[in-house]
């Protein structure tokens, strides 16, 4: 079973920040936590990772709590492109803990 | 790099006969994984490989569901005999492991397959 919940759709306006939650309340200290993003008909992409600290990459920032039992994906400015569904994951780096496991994700829409 | 590779893209065949699904991870990569999504239970991790080892199949539906990997660069996902059910889009991943930093999975664009 995935370990994550997310809403199920959510709705952010064009060049403003698209703040997504994600709660993980039984991740342990080992897991990071992941997100991606599947843009329809096509396969899921890497958007960023982190385990404790807060990241930033050319797509997204990953805001950790903590606790880390909860995060939050920030697209700075949302194009229409990044219209998609959401993925956040816990995902550990040994054994059956590397695999991932997904959840429903939220479905974003970004509208103009 | 050209990512991860996978064919066909689409797939009509009538039920009972053969389907194979084929794919070429990232160069480098030790670690392929197949998924398949549906609307009604999403991505699910059929199989996944480590340095051309299968480490877990617990997700492989049944026996119709066979996957090797005989090489580092291939891989195959084979459902014989193909059911309508089995109607997905299946996804090959690879990584590379171990990944005590966290290294990402890369997904192909995935084979659409339709059983009639």
């Known amino acids: 079973d995935a370990k994550t919940t997310q809403p199920p759709s959510m709705d952010c306006a064009e060049g403003r920040a698209a703040n997504l939650p994600c709660n993980h309340s039984t991740i342990s200290g080992n897991e990071y936590v992941y997100w991606y993003r599947q843009i329809h008909s096509q396969g899921p992409q890497y958007i960023i990772h982190g385990l404790k600290n807060n990241e930033t990459n050319e797509m997204a920032s990953l805001i950790i709590t903590e606790d880390r039992k909860s995060s939050t994906l920030i697209l700075p400015h949302a194009t229409l492109r990044d219209t998609a569904v959401y993925y956040c994951?816990?995902?550990?780096?040994?054994?059956?803990?590397?695999?991932?496991?997904w959840g429903l994700g939220t479905s974003l829409a970004v509208n103009p | 790099d050209a990512g991860v590779i996978q064919s066909p893209r689409h797939e009509v065949t009538e039920m009972g006969q053969e389907v194979t699904l084929r794919c070429k991870p990232i160069?480098?990569?030790?670690?392929l994984f197949w998924y398949r999504q549906t609307m009604m239970r999403g991505l699910e991790l059929l199989i996944y490989f480590n340095n051309n080892v299968p480490i877990d199949d617990s997700g492989m539906p049944e026996d119709r569901f066979s996957a090797k990997m005989p090489n580092a660069s291939f891989s195959t996902l084979k459902i014989q005999p193909s059911e309508p059910r089995d109607s997905a889009v299946y996804f090959c991943?690879?990584?590379?492991?171990?990944?005590?930093?966290?290294?990402?999975?890369?997904f192909g664009e995935g084979s659409w397959l339709t059983v009639v």
């Open positions: 991943a690879s990584s590379l492991l171990p990944d005590d930093s966290g290294n990402t999975i890369y």
């Open positions: 160069s480098g990569h030790n670690s």
């Open positions: 994951i816990v995902r550990g780096n040994a054994g059956n803990n590397r695999k991932l496991i």
